[in-house]
């Protein structure tokens, strides 16, 4: 069964800081991965979609980065803000096609 | 371009009492799906849809019902609720008939089983 899992839990980091979150998954056999945000009593927005063949993804200040075989995707945010603090989760599409398999997030504070 | 909406967005039941969480959605999205959100567990799927007249179980079914007659609408029937439904429960829905695209969703409905 696969299962996605997401370190740290939770980050504190000062303004202006670049970071790196983690997400991993036990099952390498994907069609994709996604990375979305959440505030705080909002819905998910999709942030980074990485097909299986693809290593990276970049939007602005975000890259997403794929690596099947090792089970391990990275979401890095250039220049952290205030306006960054969320949570971030990450999603892997099995071959299927049918089910999105979340990670239980990682919740970021960035402090001005 | 309203997205996905979903109604109502806060709800508090009795156990035992039926109710039907709406979803719509106006970007003639083929696949759309229901995901619940509990503390500690993440989100998991409930149901989903590939097209109208096609649905199918996800990870957690049980104690829900779903059904699609129109692109647009994939309303959540829960039939005797029970406390354990207690959750946030999230309407997507993304082009083609898979999750292949990014997925689009609700603000979510908070439902508390009492």
């Known amino acids: 069964k696969q299962e996605v899992t997401q370190i740290p839990a939770a980050l504190s980091v000062p303004e202006g800081e670049n970071l790196v979150l983690n997400c991993s998954f036990t099952d390498s056999a994907i069609y994709n991965l996604q990375w979305f945000r959440q505030d705080p009593g909002k819905g998910l927005t999709s942030l980074l979609l990485i097909q299986s063949s693809q290593r990276e993804q970049t939007s602005g200040r975000l890259n997403a980065s794929l690596d099947k075989s090792s089970g391990r995707s990275t979401l890095y945010i250039a220049a952290s803000q205030p306006g960054d603090s969320a949570t971030y989760l990450c999603?892997?599409?099995?071959?299927?096609?049918?089910?999105?398999?979340f990670g239980k997030g990682t919740t970021l504070s960035v402090s001005s | 371009n309203a997205g996905v909406t979903q109604t109502p967005k806060f709800q508090v039941l009795k156990t035992g009492q039926s109710m039907t969480l709406q979803c719509a959605q106006d970007?003639?999205?083929?696949?759309m799906s229901w995901y619940r959100q509990d503390p500690g567990m993440g989100l998991r799927l409930i149901h989903y849809s590939v097209g109208a007249g096609i649905t199918d179980q996800g990870e957690v079914p049980n104690g829900y019902n779903v059904s699609r007659s129109t692109t647009e609408d994939f309303p959540l029937r829960l039939l005797s609720a029970a406390p354990s439904q207690t959750s946030v429960y999230f309407c997507a829905s993304s082009g083609g008939q898979s999750p292949y695209q990014p997925q689009h969703f609700g603000d979510g409905t908070r439902l508390s089983i009492l």
């Open positions: 970007m003639n999205h083929e696949y």
């Open positions: 999603a892997v599409l099995n071959q299927a096609g049918t089910a999105l398999i």
